[in-house]
C-alpha cells in the first residue's frame, strides 16, 4: 500500500488485515496519526518510497491518490513488473462488490454522517463494517468500525468523480455545492456528478437525501425524472415521511430535535444544526439497513439509537474539543468551504453564547479560494476575531491562480471589524498568546497546518498551569 499512512489508507488497511490479507507498505517519515493504527495492526511500513519495498511477494499494489503511477518510482516498479495496481477508490469500489454496500457522499457533512452512522448501527448489533474519513472517538480512535461483513457503509468522495469506482444499494447525499473547483468546470459539473452516482444504484436501490440543500433538491427533482426504479428517502425539515425534521432547539450545550417517524425528542451533545442533518441522514440509512434485515425499529431499539446520538462526541478535526486550558476553551475543526465555516461557527456560538469566539483560519487551494472568495468574505460573520495566513496550496496546483491569504484577508475586512493577518501561522502564536483571555474559544479551521499551533498554544497552557 504506497501512501499508507493516509487516512483513508489506514482505514483500508485494517479492513483488509480484518479479511485476510498480508499487507506492507510505505509513504513519508512524517508521523500522522495513523502511525499509531498501523503499528496496533502489527503491519511493516517503509518510511520513504523506494522501488525495492516491491519485492516478490507483492501481489497487488493499492496506492492513494495523492501519488501518481507515472511518477511514483514504487508504482512505476510495479507497472513495469505488470503487478496489478489499483488506486483507494478503485480498490474501495471492488471491496464495495463483497458486500450489501452503501456509499455517503455530500459537498459536507460525510465523516459526521459516516461516524453517527456506525455508532447508531452498533447500537443496534447489525453486522456492518464502517469506513469514516477520519479518526473516530467512538470507534476506538480509529477510522473503522468492524462489526461483521454483511453490510459496509463507506464515505466516498466526488473529487475526480472517485465515488463513481463504488457499488452501493444505498446512497446517502447529504450537500451539494460548488467545490473542487480545480477539477469541476462549475456547479452544473458538480451537480452532473452526483447525478452518475445516484444512476450506478440499481433497481430497488435507495437515495437518502437532503431536501432542503439547495444543490441535493436539484439531484432530487432530476433523478426521480430519470429513475422511477429506486426509492427516495428524503431527509430535512421540507422532506415528506418519517424523517422529516420538525423541530430543533439548539442552546448552551445541548441540539434537541424532533423527527415525524420517530418518537420523542432525540439529543445531541455536538455543536450545530448541520449536525441534526447529519444525524438524521445516519438515522434514516441505518433505518433503510435494518430494513434490508427485515427487522423493525421497536421501542428498544428506539431508546437504544437515541442514548447512542447523546453519547456521540464526534470525530478528528470535527469539531474536536482539545480541552480548556487558562480558561481557553481549544476546538480544532476540518471546515474548509465557507458553508462548512458559516454552519460551524453558527453552532459554536449557538454552544457556547458567553464564549468570544476567535476563529484561526487557513483557506486550502488557490481555486476554492478565487472561486469561493465572496463567500469566504462573510462566512465568518459568527466570530469576533478572525485570524488568517497565506493559502495552503495543493499538490494538484502549480500557480496561485491571481489570489494569496492578503486578498482574502482584504475582503473579510470589508464584512468583519475585527481581522488580523499573519503570513505563516506560526507567526500568530505570540499574538494569539496575549490575546486569548479567559472564557475565550479558540477554534483552529481548515484543511492546512494551522491546527498545530492550536495544539502548541494549548499545550503551553496546560503546561503553565501546572
Same mark, same amino acid.
Given at each position: 500500500?504506497?501512501? $499508507?499512512?493516509?487516512?483513508?489508507?489506514?482505514?483500508?488497511?485494517?479492513?483488509?488485515?480484518?479479511?485476510?490479507?498480508?499487507?506492507?507498505?510505505?509513504?513519508?517519515?512524517?508521523?500522522?496519526?495513523?502511525?499509531?493504527?498501523?503499528?496496533?495492526?502489527?503491519?511493516?511500513?517503509?518510511?520513504? %518510497?523506494? @522501488?525495492?519495498?516491491?519485492?516478490?511477494?507483492?501481489?497487488?499494489? $493499492?496506492?492513494?491518490?495523492?501519488?501518481?503511477?507515472?511518477?511514483?518510482?514504487?508504482?512505476?516498479?510495479?507497472?513495469?513488473?505488470?503487478?496489478?495496481?489499483?488506486?483507494?477508490?478503485?480498490?474501495?469500489?471492488?471491496?464495495?462488490?463483497?458486500?450489501?454496500?452503501?456509499? $455517503?457522499?455530500?459537498?459536507?457533512?460525510?465523516?459526521?454522517?459516516?461516524?453517527?452512522?456506525?455508532?447508531?448501527?452498533?447500537? +443496534?448489533?447489525?453486522?456492518?463494517?464502517?469506513?469514516?474519513?477520519?479518526?473516530?472517538?467512538?470507534?476506538?480512535?480509529?477510522?473503522?468500525?468492524?462489526?461483521?461483513?454483511?453490510?459496509?457503509?463507506?464515505?466516498?468522495?466526488?473529487?475526480?468523480?472517485?465515488?463513481?469506482?463504488?457499488? @452501493?444499494?444505498?446512497?446517502?447525499?447529504?450537500?451539494?455545492?460548488?467545490?473542487?473547483?480545480?477539477? %469541476?468546470?462549475?456547479?452544473?459539473?458538480?451537480?452532473?456528478? %452526483?447525478?452518475?452516482?445516484?444512476?450506478?444504484?440499481?433497481?430497488?436501490?435507495?437515495?437518502?437525501?437532503?431536501?432542503?440543500? @439547495?444543490?441535493?433538491?436539484?439531484?432530487?427533482?432530476?433523478?426521480?425524472?430519470?429513475?422511477?426504479?429506486?426509492?427516495?428517502?428524503?431527509?430535512?425539515?421540507?422532506?415528506?415521511?418519517?424523517?422529516?425534521?420538525?423541530?430543533?432547539?439548539?442552546?448552551?450545550?445541548?441540539?434537541?430535535?424532533?423527527?415525524?417517524?420517530?418518537?420523542?425528542?432525540?439529543?445531541?451533545?455536538?455543536?450545530?444544526?448541520?449536525?441534526?442533518?447529519?444525524?438524521?441522514?445516519?438515522?434514516?440509512?441505518?433505518?433503510?439497513?435494518?430494513?434490508?434485515?427485515?427487522?423493525?425499529?421497536?421501542?428498544?431499539?428506539?431508546?437504544?439509537?437515541?442514548?447512542?446520538?447523546?453519547?456521540?462526541?464526534?470525530?478528528?478535526?470535527?469539531?474536536?474539543?482539545?480541552?480548556?486550558?487558562?480558561?481557553?476553551?481549544?476546538?480544532?475543526?476540518?471546515?474548509?468551504?465557507?458553508?462548512?465555516?458559516?454552519?460551524?461557527?453558527?453552532?459554536?456560538?449557538?454552544?457556547?453564547?458567553?464564549?468570544?469566539?476567535?476563529?484561526? %483560519?487557513?483557506?486550502?487551494?488557490?481555486?476554492?479560494?478565487?472561486?469561493?472568495?465572496?463567500?469566504?468574505?462573510?462566512?465568518?460573520?459568527?466570530?469576533?476575531?478572525?485570524?488568517?495566513?497565506?493559502?495552503?496550496?495543493?499538490?494538484?496546483?502549480?500557480?496561485?491562480?491571481? $489570489?494569496?491569504?492578503?486578498?482574502?484577508?482584504?475582503?473579510?475586512?470589508?464584512?468583519?471589524?475585527?481581522?488580523?493577518?499573519?503570513?505563516?501561522?506560526?507567526?500568530?502564536?505570540?499574538?494569539?498568546?496575549?490575546?486569548?483571555?479567559?472564557?475565550?474559544?479558540?477554534?483552529?479551521?481548515?484543511?492546512?497546518?494551522? +491546527?498545530?499551533?492550536?495544539?502548541?498554544?494549548?499545550?503551553?497552557?496546560?503546561?503553565?498551569?501546572?
Amino acid at each position: 500500500m504506497v501512501g $499508507i499512512k493516509g487516512t483513508g489508507m489506514a482505514a483500508l488497511a485494517e479492513i483488509l488485515v480484518d479479511r485476510g490479507a498480508e499487507l506492507s507498505g510505505s509513504d513519508s517519515p512524517e508521523t500522522f496519526y495513523t502511525d499509531r493504527i498501523l503499528q496496533r495492526l502489527g503491519i511493516p511500513y517503509a518510511q520513504s %518510497f523506494d @522501488p525495492a519495498n516491491i519485492d516478490s511477494e507483492v501481489q497487488l499494489v $493499492i496506492h492513494s491518490a495523492a501519488y501518481e503511477r507515472k511518477t511514483n518510482v514504487e508504482l512505476l516498479a510495479a507497472v513495469q513488473r505488470g503487478i496489478p495496481v489499483l488506486s483507494y477508490p478503485e480498490a474501495l469500489g471492488q471491496l464495495s462488490e463483497s458486500s450489501d454496500s452503501s456509499g $455517503i457522499s455530500g459537498t459536507h457533512g460525510k465523516t459526521t454522517t459516516a461516524a453517527l452512522s456506525g455508532t447508531i448501527l452498533r447500537a +443496534w448489533d447489525l453486522p456492518v463494517t464502517i469506513l469514516a474519513g477520519s479518526e473516530v472517538a467512538g470507534f476506538g480512535e480509529r477510522s473503522t468500525l468492524i462489526l461483521g461483513r454483511r453490510y459496509l457503509v463507506a464515505e466516498t468522495c466526488e473529487y475526480r468523480r472517485h465515488f463513481l469506482y463504488f457499488r @452501493p444499494r444505498r446512497i446517502v447525499v447529504t450537500a451539494v455545492e460548488a467545490d473542487h473547483l480545480d477539477y %469541476f468546470r462549475d456547479l452544473e459539473d458538480v451537480l452532473e456528478a %452526483f447525478l452518475s452516482y445516484c444512476r450506478s444504484l440499481p433497481p430497488e436501490g435507495q437515495l437518502i437525501i437532503n431536501s432542503d440543500d @439547495p444543490g441535493a433538491g436539484e439531484v432530487l427533482d432530476r433523478i426521480r425524472r430519470e429513475r422511477r426504479d429506486i426509492r427516495i428517502v428524503a431527509y430535512g425539515r421540507s422532506a415528506e415521511g418519517r424523517f422529516r425534521i420538525t423541530q430543533i432547539d439548539s442552546k448552551a450545550g445541548c441540539t434537541r430535535f424532533c423527527l415525524s417517524g420517530v418518537g420523542g425528542r432525540l439529543l445531541l451533545r455536538y455543536p450545530g444544526i448541520h449536525s441534526v442533518y447529519n444525524a438524521t441522514a445516519a438515522l434514516a440509512l441505518s433505518s433503510c439497513i435494518l430494513e434490508a434485515e427485515g427487522r423493525e425499529l421497536t421501542a428498544e431499539l428506539s431508546a437504544a439509537m437515541a442514548q447512542a446520538l447523546a453519547d456521540f462526541r464526534g470525530s478528528r478535526r470535527r469539531s474536536e474539543i482539545l480541552g480548556t486550558a487558562g480558561g481557553v476553551l481549544f476546538i480544532d475543526d476540518y471546515a474548509h468551504h465557507p458553508t462548512e465555516i458559516s454552519s460551524t461557527l453558527a453552532g459554536l456560538r449557538s454552544f457556547y453564547p458567553q464564549r468570544r469566539i476567535v476563529v484561526d %483560519f487557513m483557506s486550502h487551494t488557490y481555486s476554492r479560494t478565487r472561486a469561493l472568495l465572496e463567500d469566504f468574505a462573510t462566512c465568518f460573520q459568527a466570530a469576533d476575531l478572525v485570524v488568517l495566513h497565506r493559502i495552503y496550496a495543493s499538490a494538484r496546483e502549480t500557480s496561485d491562480d491571481g $489570489i494569496d491569504g492578503r486578498a482574502l484577508s482584504e475582503e473579510v475586512s470589508r464584512h468583519h471589524p475585527q481581522v488580523v493577518y499573519f503570513e505563516e501561522p506560526v507567526e500568530a502564536v505570540p499574538y494569539l498568546q496575549d490575546t486569548l483571555k479567559p472564557g475565550d474559544l479558540l477554534v483552529t479551521m481548515g484543511a492546512g497546518d494551522n +491546527w498545530r499551533i492550536g495544539r502548541e498554544i494549548f499545550e503551553a497552557k496546560v503546561e503553565a498551569a501546572q
